[in-house]
């Protein structure tokens, strides 16, 4: 790789706010050249592309039902059961793809980065596939990374990476996962200065 384009891949480190937060994540070399878009989603294991229409489809529902007045409400209730649900399975199947093999947990993550202890320095420049596990049924996603920066942690490595193939839904979905997650922290933090002043 060119070192004008890990340059530029370093400087959309920072493109979309990045949350600290250890989500469960499968790195591993992909050794193939990197594929052109149509290729990407070709590789993206049918589970990932599910639940990827799931939570667009889910979105697109309840949108809708503004427009019935009245019975909006009830019926979005409804149909949030059932999505939980679907939530409830689909975090099922998708956990079976988690490959103990290649586990490790993020540091950080955002929209446009990710960044993880792992036992291997992974050289910068290289093409990684990850597989990210979302909590709270926010998701999982499937995206190819480069490694952008690599330091000694302890007995580990730190690796820095930004994302070079994930579908616009998928960046959508790290991005609400982030905020979202944003917010269980806030109000963890002032739930415990009202603890510790009272």
Do not use: W
Request: aromatic share 8%; glycine share 6%; charged share 30%.
């Amino acid at each position: 790789m060119e070192p004008s384009q890990l340059n530029l891949l370093k400087d959309q480190y920072n493109d979309y706010f990045i949350i600290e937060h250890d989500i469960r994540i499968n790195v591993k070399p992909f050794n193939d050249e990197e594929p052109d878009d149509h290729g990407f989603e070709r590789l993206i294991p049918e589970p990932f592309l599910m639940a990827g229409e799931q939570v667009m489809l889910e979105q697109s529902a309840l949108k809708s039902l503004n427009r019935l007045g009245d019975l909006a409400e009830e019926l979005a209730v409804y149909l949030r059961i059932q999505a939980r649900k679907i939530d409830s399975m689909m975090r099922y199947i998708l956990l079976m793809q988690d490959d103990p093999q290649h586990r490790c947990f993020s540091h950080s993550y955002g929209g446009s980065a990710l960044c993880f202890d792992h036992e291997t320095a992974f050289a910068e420049g290289q093409l990684l596939e990850v597989k990210m596990f979302l909590e709270h049924n926010d998701g999982a996603v499937f995206t190819l990374v480069r490694v952008i920066g690599v330091e000694p942690v302890g007995d580990k490595f730190r690796i820095r990476s930004t994302y070079t193939r994930l579908r616009d839904q998928d960046r959508e979905l790290i991005v609400r996962a982030s905020l979202h997650q944003q917010s269980r922290q806030l109000k963890r933090k002032a739930e415990q200065r009202m603890s510790q002043g009272s």
